[in-house]
């Protein structure tokens, strides 16, 4: 079976496929010749992962999953969530992002946050969905050198190392992104078993 990940990222890709049975064969956007830029107008995840994937099914007819994350912090009211990109406006800049966000919580004692993944699946004409968190606290200052976005000032619960000094196996085991892939691989093996 052929399945589509809305994605152009390619490690994202391997990563999955290396999960997965190879009855399932995982194509990339550019494998199905999408080159079209989806826009995220929702206001949740789920609705920005439910948009990409119906983008891809009604258009190309392929089975296809999408997944939308945002970092979810408890003293903001679950900002920056969906805007987490962009929250310190365009051009998307980690950099900035961090700044704000560290600026934001200053003064706040509360500095619980989590990173929450939503994967929309559509397969043979139904929908699901799957759900990633992983929970942790807001670092005073950014530590390590490794991942993207926000990893230098997020430090998950029960470790004393943020998501930047962590190898990518090491944080995929515990990651909102890897919680929802695990969820959605097992679902998918058990659905070709049917
Ligand atoms: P996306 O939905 O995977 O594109 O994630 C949206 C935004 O959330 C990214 O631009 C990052 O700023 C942030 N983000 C998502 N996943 C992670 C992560 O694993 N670590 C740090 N930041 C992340």
Redesign the pocket.
């Given at each position: 079976m052929k399945l589509v990940f809305a994605t152009n990222n390619l490690n994202k890709l391997k990563e999955v496929q290396e999960m997965l049975p190879n009855s399932i064969e995982l194509l990339s956007l550019k494998d199905i010749n999408c080159f079209d830029e989806v826009e995220e107008t929702e206001t949740t995840l789920e609705g920005n992962a439910k948009l990409k994937t119906d983008y891809i099914t009604n258009k190309f007819g392929y089975h296809c999953f999408a997944?939308?994350?945002?970092?979810e912090v408890e003293s903001l009211g679950g900002k920056p969530g969906v805007y987490?990109?962009r929250f310190a406006g365009e051009p998307?800049n980690?950099e900035n992002?961090m700044a704000k966000l560290l600026l934001e919580l200053e003064a706040k004692e509360n500095r619980k946050a989590q990173?929450r993944t939503a994967v929309a699946l559509n397969i043979n004409d139904k929908k699901f969905l799957f759900e990633g968190i992983c929970k942790g606290d807001i670092l005073k200052q950014k530590q390590g050198e490794k991942?993207?976005?926000?990893?230098p000032i997020?430090k998950p619960e029960g470790y004393q190392k943020s998501?930047a000094e962590m190898s990518s196996i090491e944080k995929n085991k515990i990651?909102?992104?890897g919680i929802a892939i695990q969820k959605l691989v097992e679902f998918l093996k058990n659905y070709k078993l049917k």
């Open positions: 997944d939308d994350t945002g970092l987490s990109a998307v980690s992002n990173f991942g993207f976005g926000y990893d997020f998501f990651s909102h992104r």
